[in-house]
């Protein structure tokens, strides 16, 4: 094959490294970019062959990503679960193929021996930390919230609200007065903010966003702006994720903090399938990533510096 044809030539062949498929959902925001950005150079760092799959978000379009990935035989599944239901039978399909599945950034309600591991962050706490960081920023005021969630049936959507609700719980100045999905993206985030704007007297009595998101959080400021009221003022917003134009965003003074989210999930993916095919280990069923809160304190033009480039 061409690796001996290489050899011959003396050109140092790659290692004929694992092929592994990946299941993406889409690219629905720049941090979905970023992690598939991310993925593709881990992948080539490493010497394996990468069989990308994008979803378009259609959880049907996974499972025959995944099927047709069994099919050709990789010796590793990477999957991004758009919703946390419905993968049993796929997954068993995978596990009678003694084909290890990794999880990436979301989590699926199939039981633990049907994956290897997840690698994600502690969503509940992300939706925690955003509400704690609201309710000392607002102290006592009242403050009526509009919440953007994210795909519906996603375990990011139900954890951040989860989280969300935790936090702001004790204090009883903070109300959701309105909460609906825009599905992660900027151009959905935007129209559901201005039919929030709309209902909420132009705006004028609502006090913050909360979406779970950064790309939401961006297409909710454009409605903010072009109904004539100021974003990160008027209106606090606080998001996850830490993409570049979130940090933007906050050097300009239009949005307030956002909880960030690592893209590189693949790297310690990598690394527990690369332990498993040596000699079988098995890494714990969840490895965690940092959640860290950035404010307008921290510097966002530098952030925004430092991002820029990463992919997203
Ligand atoms: C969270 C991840 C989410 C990001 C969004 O782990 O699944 O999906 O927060 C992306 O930007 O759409």
């Known amino acids: 094959g061409s690796a001996a044809m290489l050899a011959m030539t003396g050109t140092a062949a790659l290692a004929e490294g694992e092929t592994v498929g990946f299941s993406q959902i889409g690219s629905e925001s720049g941090w979905r970019a970023a992690e598939t950005t991310l993925t593709r150079l881990q992948a080539e760092e490493r010497g394996y062959r990468l069989q990308f799959s994008d979803a378009q978000q259609r959880q049907e379009n996974q499972i025959a990503a995944i099927r047709s990935f069994i099919a050709q035989g990789v010796d590793a599944i990477l999957l991004a679960p758009v919703v946390a239901t419905g993968w049993d039978s796929v997954l068993q399909e995978a596990k009678e193929a003694e084909i290890p599945v990794v999880l990436l950034d979301r989590q699926v309600d199939s039981s633990e021996d049907l994956y290897l ?6 969503l509940v706490h992300e939706g925690e930390v955003a509400g704690e960081w609201l309710a000392a920023e607002v102290g006592e005021r009242d403050c009526r919230i509009v919440e953007l969630q994210g795909t519906t049936g996603s375990s990011p959507a139900i954890d951040r609200k989860a989280g969300f609700e935790n936090a702001i719980a004790a204090h009883e100045n903070l109300t959701i007065v309105r909460s609906q999905t825009g599905d992660f993206t900027r151009a959905q985030g935007k129209e559901v903010m201005e039919s929030f704007l709309q209902a909420e007297n132009g ?3 609502i006090c913050a966003l909360y979406a779970h998101n950064d790309d939401m959080a961006v297409g909710a400021i454009q409605a903010i702006k072009e109904a004539g009221l100021k974003p990160g003022e008027d209106i606090l917003i606080v998001s996850i994720d830490g993409v570049p ?8 003074g239009e949005a307030n903090a956002t909880v960030e989210l690592t893209p590189n999930m693949a790297g310690p993916a990598f690394d527990a ?14 490895i965690q990533t940092e959640s860290k809160l950035f404010t307008q304190a921290d510097d966002p033009a530098g952030e925004y510096e430092a991002r820029k480039d990463l992919g997203y």
């Not at 591991?117 to 502690?122: H, I, R």
């Not at 399938?273 to 969840?286: N, Q, R, V, Y």
Request: net charge negative; charged share 25%.
């Open 117 to 122: 591991t997840a690698v994600g962050s502690n």
């Open 273 to 286: 399938l690369e332990a498993f095919w040596a000699d079988g280990t098995l890494s714990e069923k969840f």
């Open 203 to 205: 705006g004028r009595d």
């Open 245 to 252: 134009d979130i940090f933007q965003a906050m050097a300009a």
